[in-house]
């Protein structure tokens, strides 16, 4: 747009910036017209290529990935996520969906009563001044429960002394941000620091008095733990605890916090998990919100493949997420009659947070999702009981303007792990 727009010259001031402003808009609409007519390759090809890079992969190439070699030593794991053989990964997914599909109303309303036991010592009860208020770390709630679920939906282990099962949270959680900085640094992945492999040899060895009793009783601890990837007198639990507990932790803890964060002028999405019952199948604006979780805050970011896939990427993109793309909007997973649009998060589609292809998550049709539902739901029915219109505030350090004021929450390993909620009901 070089052509001269040549300019009257004996004009006043007022005249001269009307045209000035004039110019401005058509030079903007031109601006507009043109991105509009040129279609931009990198964006289109976007989801295309992710989409490809995550099918044109095998258990192979994400075995030799430099990062697999220091789960595999770190954790001394022989699972999937390490193994190149197909036949393991087979007996896996065989084994977890039959898991997945005897995990009926009456479990996950098991699994519920567990949680809600385990959140008693986390919760502060006070009364001061005529208010009632209950205060919890979002973080440590959220630990907790995953792990309580995991144990209890899978192997049927209950009654886990409450500080072991914090030591067990706290530990993987720290080793695994020891082992991603130590990935970030390293070069020979063999040579682990000895301080992190004694401390996770010693965490697998209270898993293992842990599970002392379900690696008997419960089918999946017998077949995968102590048949396909050990044997019973040695077998690692954590080759199934990392993968089922890792991320529907995170899905859990995020979920909370983008409920909580609007604050108690907007307590909708807060409304919906606590009212849908952990016994019935989760409601669709529930399962929408666990979608939308999914979406803004997918647990597993980037995954291994020939190259690094970043699934959060095109989760987050405004060409198929539009300009809400940053935002926390669980209702544009519905349609018009308040149902669940299938489409926005089948086959090709730019919702992937269990990834697609041979290696996609087990979880993923539908465990998970429901998980999230039955677990935030679970705790916000402890914060906020009865049928009352829930009142919270949230507190620490890290919950900053950029929070208050509804920002996407940062993604990254350690944040938020001072923020509190505040419930209170006055009476
Ligand atoms: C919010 C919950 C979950 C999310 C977001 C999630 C996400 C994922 C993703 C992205 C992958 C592919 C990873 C890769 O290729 O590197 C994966 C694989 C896997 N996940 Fe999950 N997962 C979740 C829950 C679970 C649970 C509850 C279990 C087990 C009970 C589980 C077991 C596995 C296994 C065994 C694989 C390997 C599958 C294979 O290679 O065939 N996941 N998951
Ligand atoms: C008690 O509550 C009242 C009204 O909300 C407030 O003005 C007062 O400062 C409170 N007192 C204390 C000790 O917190
Ligand atoms: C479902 O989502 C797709 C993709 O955004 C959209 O084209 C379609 O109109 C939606 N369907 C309904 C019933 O809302």
């Known amino acids: 747009m070089d052509d001269g727009y040549v300019l009257p010259v004996p004009l006043t001031g007022i005249v001269l910036s009307l045209l000035l402003a004039c110019l401005f808009n058509i030079l903007k609409r031109r601006q507009v017209k043109s991105k509009e ?26 075995a030799s990935k430099a990062g697999s070699a220091t789960l595999k030593n ?3 794991l022989n699972n999937p996520f390490v193994s190149d053989s197909p036949e393991l990964q087979q007996a896996y997914r065989r084994a977890l969906m039959k898991t997945f599909s005897k995990t009926d109303n009456n479990a996950w309303a098991a699994i519920a ?26 973080k440590d709630i959220s630990r907790h429960v995953a792990l309580v ?23 993987i959680h720290r080793l695994t941000v020891g082992k991603k900085q130590y990935d970030a640094g390293a070069s020979r992945p063999d040579d682990l620091p000895q301080d992190l492999q004694r401390a996770a040899d010693r965490l697998i060895d209270i898993l293992r008095g842990v599970f002392s009793e379900a690696k008997e009783s419960n089918e999946l601890a017998r077949t995968i733990l102590c048949s396909v990837s050990g044997t019973p007198d040695h077998f ?39 009212d849908s019952a952990a016994d019935r199948p989760p409601s669709p604006a529930a399962l929408a919100i666990a979608y ?19 699934i959060e990427a095109v989760q987050r993109d405004p060409q198929y997420w539009g300009p809400t793309a940053d935002t926390f909007d669980p209702w544009r997973f519905l349609d018009g009659k308040g149902e ?24 993923a049709g539908g465990y998970s999702a429901r998980m999230i539902a039955v677990l935030a739901g679970e705790v916000l029915r402890q914060l906020f009981p009865g ?30 792990a001072s923020v509190s909620v505040i419930a209170s009901m006055p009476s």
């Open 37 to 62: 007519l040129e279609p931009r390759r990198d964006e289109v090809d976007h989801l295309e290529a992710t989409l490809n890079a995550l099918q044109d992969s095998t258990i192979a190439i994400r």
């Open 74 to 76: 770190l954790w001394r």
């Open 113 to 138: 009563r567990s949680a809600a036991v385990s959140l008693e010592p986390f919760l502060r009860h006070r009364y001061d001044n005529g208010t009632y208020t209950i205060t919890a770390n979002v």
């Open 149 to 171: 679920a995991v144990l209890k939906g899978l192997f049927d282990i209950d009654h886990v002394p409450t500080d072991t099962l914090m030591y067990i949270g706290s530990e």
């Open 236 to 274: 690692n639990p954590l080759d199934l605890v990392i993968p089922a507990f890792e991320a529907p932790w995170r899905g859990v803890y995020y979920t909370l916090l983008a409920v909580l964060q609007p604050g108690l002028s907007k307590p909708d999405a807060v409304l919906a998990l606590r």
């Open 292 to 310: 939308e979780s999914l979406r803004l805050y997918p647990p597993i970011r980037r995954v291994r493949r020939e190259q690094r896939v970043d």
């Open 340 to 363: 669940i649009n299938t489409t926005l998060i089948g086959p090709g589609s730019a919702w992937m947070p269990f990834a697609v292809g041979a290696m996609k998550c087990p979880s």
């Open 387 to 416: 049928t009352d219109r829930p009142q919270w505030t949230m507190d620490g350090p890290e919950w900053d303007s950029a929070a208050r004021t509804g920002q996407a929450l940062r993604a990254g390993r350690d944040e938020y």
